[in-house]
């Protein structure tokens, strides 16, 4: 089976994907670009990584799009992409615990205030503030997918009360009055793109935090700002931006009250989402279902 790989993937880490994915299936042959365009109609699955809009097209044989990011935002955001090919989205547990150690740190963070600590000892500055418990600091997840499951999981286990919310009719603003802390999981959709607002933010109590480990595009990044410099809110922590990299000279740089991550939050790890793209392989090839399919019609 001739499989393309391409994406926003410099030579070493086409090098690293195609050395786990051929060992996780042996059966294929990779293509890059060029190789796919030389003979496109043998291309029957396409491996991806954000892939510039148009890498898709005109491959008459492909039959699967199996995404190395979690997020499928970028990808359907091509209005190339073939609309008949099944698409399906990283679904890794080591990609949910890389996650639920992020937001278990960020929490841990805004908890315990150790990111006035740090901020504190930049001033040489000593000084000690109440010490709250876990369970006097209420985490509200948005997103319940693999990755707000495994997140709200550790972070109960650390004695934390958790509450989820997934976009399924349920109210968000009475969940969020009872947060002090929000974590923002959900995929990026037309209707969550922007949800991170000013009415977002007014229905949080005074004091809380907010956690962005979903997109950029869910936050009204002047309404953040507002939230923050109004003191409503206490701090947020950021690890994904409307452009990335973040511009140098940003505001969330510098900002007090922000701390930025450079899109860390949860990597794909080589490691193991070649063995899930691998599966998908196979059962593409066995004629057995396909996993964790993408409906296009939801957005994720
Ligand atoms: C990372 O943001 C991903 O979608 O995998």
């Given amino acids: 089976m001739k499989v393309l790989l391409c994406g926003e993937l410099d030579a070493a880490e086409w090098a690293t994907w195609r050395g786990a994915l051929s060992a996780a299936a042996p059966q294929a042959e990779w293509l890059d670009l060029r190789q796919a365009r030389q003979d496109p109609a043998a291309v029957q699955a396409a491996v991806v990584a954000n892939p510039a809009p148009g890498s898709l097209q005109g491959l008459p044989g492909l039959r699967l799009i199996q995404s190395l990011w ?24 080591a990609m949910s615990e890389a996650m639920a150690e992020t937001a278990s740190w960020a929490v841990l963070t805004l908890h315990r205030d150790f990111q006035v600590y740090a901020a504190q000892q930049r001033r040489g500055e000593w000084r000690v503030w109440p010490q709250r418990r876990a369970g006097e600091v209420r985490v509200l997840v948005l997103g319940q997918g693999e990755m707000g499951r495994c997140v709200g999981s550790r972070l109960a286990a650390l004695g934390y009360p958790v509450q989820g919310w997934r976009r399924d009719g349920q109210a968000l603003a009475p969940r969020l009055a009872q947060a002090d802390i929000v974590i923002n999981l959900l995929p990026l959709t037309p209707q969550t793109r922007g949800l991170l607002a000013a009415p977002f933010f007014a229905a949080l109590p005074r004091g809380a935090a907010v956690i962005n480990l979903g997109r950029g595009a869910h936050v009204v990044d002047a309404d953040l700002q507002a939230a923050l410099d109004s003191g409503h809110l206490r701090h947020a922590v950021l690890d994904v931006f409307h ?32 063995a899930v ?6 059962a593409l090839q066995e004629g057995r279902p396909l996993a964790h399919l993408v409906a296009r019609s939801r957005g994720y």
């Fill in 243 to 274: 452009t990335e990299p973040l511009a140098a000279g940003h505001p969330w740089w510098t900002h007090p009250l922000v701390t930025v991550l450079p899109h860390a939050a949860a990597q794909t790890d080589p490691r193991t989402a070649a």
């Fill in 70 to 93: 979690a997020g499928v935002d970028r990808l359907l955001s091509d209005a190339t992409l073939p609309p008949q090919v099944p698409l399906a989205r990283m679904v890794d547990p």
């Fill in 277 to 282: 793209a691998a599966a998908n392989l196979l």
